[in-house]
């Protein structure tokens, strides 16, 4: 079943001509391998590559790096921060770069300049619990601040009003403005007994992350349609719009559409044109609903 669906998800693209994510880093290393000339001509046009977040490169962004890379290389990581291992990355790159890459210079960034000594103390007391870690001990120049205090709500709203009354009272005790405060939440999903929690308060708030209107697919599709109207060689929002919304128009309406473009070396709406103009044509019939 799954095969089924991917080489059906493989052909949806090949007739879009277009590439997933993934497509970006698996063909390039196809193409590297195949052809040794090519490898050569990126491994001298990019001499010296540096990666950040190491610990959340994927096998695949392991072995691109490591075909370009020749050996001068720099990455920076941190096992202790690897937290997108559900989508692929394995922290063990980190281990297998010290084998990979003999004389390597290892540079260990120990300080910590946000964090309080005793926040530190209790993320090491924490982090050290893990296995298959590189030992490390945080340290930081701040004092050692304020104790935690942990607080355990019964319920959403019990959390929402303890966040906007420690707000209100550390505001008031240490003259601090409300811009001067933030919320860190896991999904936008638990924002709403906050912001009802700050309303009530009368606590000025701006919410940071989430989708844009302008991401909204009913926002997007309305924009191609202007953008189509504009500027009808428009292939990319042409094809986005051009079964929105459905209107009978498949995937073979969409590969003779495109053979027609490429054969006249035209664009889609110039083929879409002609074979409209053609009489009993099954294609020109399914795409009359769009004009």
Request: contains cysteine; charged residues 25%.
């Amino acid at each position: 079943m799954y095969r089924e669906l991917y080489e059906g998800y493989q052909a949806g693209l090949k007739l879009y001509n277009a590439v997933d994510f993934d497509d970006l880093i698996v063909l390039p290393i196809k193409i590297f391998k195949e052809f040794p000339d090519v490898l050569e001509k990126y491994r001298n046009r990019y001499k010296y590559i540096m990666i950040d977040e190491f610990q959340d490169t994927s096998h695949q962004q392991y072995e691109f790096m490591h075909l370009l890379s020749g050996r001068n290389v720099a990455v920076v990581g941190d096992d202790d921060q690897s937290i997108y291992s559900w989508r692929g990355a394995d922290y063990q790159n980190i281990v297998n770069f010290e084998k990979d890459f003999p004389g390597m210079q290892e540079i260990r960034l120990e300080q910590n300049y946000r964090s309080t000594e005793t926040i530190l103390a209790a993320a090491n007391g924490v982090i050290s619990h893990n296995t298959n870690r590189k030992d490390k001990k945080l340290w930081s120049g701040n004092n050692s601040g304020k104790p935690i205090e942990i607080f355990m709500p019964e319920n959403e709203t019990d959390e929402a009003s303890f966040i906007a009354e420690s707000i209100q009272g550390i505001s008031m005790e240490e003259k601090l403005k409300y811009d001067q405060f933030g919320v860190l939440m896991r999904a936008n999903t638990q924002s709403r007994a906050i912001e009802e929690a700050f309303l009530e308060a009368n606590i000025p708030y701006t919410m940071s992350g989430g989708t844009s209107f302008f991401q909204h697919k009913e926002i997007k599709d309305i924009i191609s349609y202007l953008r189509v109207i504009a500027n009808h060689d428009d292939d990319v929002n042409l094809i986005r719009i051009i079964n929105v919304p459905r209107r009978g128009i498949g995937r073979a309406t969409l590969e003779t559409l495109n053979t027609h473009a490429l054969e006249n070396h035209c664009t889609l709406w110039t083929a879409m044109t002609n074979l409209l103009g053609k009489e009993n044509s099954p294609p020109g019939n399914h795409m009359s609903r769009l004009a």
